[in-house]
């Protein structure tokens, strides 16, 4: 595996980014670092992570674009996140769609996939993960918890990174059958949710997602597909 490990650098997404622009990297290549001074979360959002406490890190996804979208690629990342979680280090964690991994319902994990296109093709992905892991102090967070939190123990950045990209590897040759598992882990599957939007508040039970990636609701009797600028999470 080809793995970059950077005392500091603005976004592992935009590091990974232009070093491929540059130069062609392996499938897979990784840059983690120990502090991002413009780490990027969802939204336009910033990602603030304590120096050196924590795994920002992004993985570049070259391969098996054909037959995965954007929506499924995400699937895969985030069922994986939780599968090795539960596997490797026993603990649970559910997927708050789209893009937040929670565990005891305070968020772990925040994933960032930047599609990049070519000639309107997919050309690549960068897979940008932050995971909380030896902070002990979330300051102005207080839904954000940390590994450490959780189980009393410190962690080993490097080790717990090589673990984790080993399943994701893994999963990888069979990404369809991973993606299968998205709503067994999905936060608030089968139950009755309040969310916000523009209109008011928007009562339903999660049904799962579509194909594009929107929230299905069944609102009434009636299944409707949501996406992130119409619902927000209360
Ligand atoms: C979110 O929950 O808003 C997504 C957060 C994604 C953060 C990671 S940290 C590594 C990678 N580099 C970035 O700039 N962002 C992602």
Redesign the pocket.
Known sequence: MNIVKLHAT?????ELKSRFRESELPHLTTIY?ME?T??????G?T?V?EKGKN????VLIKENLQKLSPFKLNQVISVTIVEWLKDELQIQSKIKWP??ILSVRH?L????IENVFAKDKMAYSII???LNVNQEEFVDLPKAISLKQITNREFDLEELLISFLEHLKKNLRNPLQIAQNYNKYLFNYQQFTSFNSSSGTIEGIVKGTDLDGKLILEVQGEQKAFDLKELQWV
């Not at 603005?10 to 935009?14: E, L, Q």
């Not at 413009?38 to 939204?43: V, Y």
């Open positions: 603005t976004s592992t997404n935009d670092t991002q413009r780490g990027k979360g969802q939204q959002a990602w992570s795994l920002t890190f992004s893009n937040d968020k994990c925040g994933i960032l940008g993960i932050g």
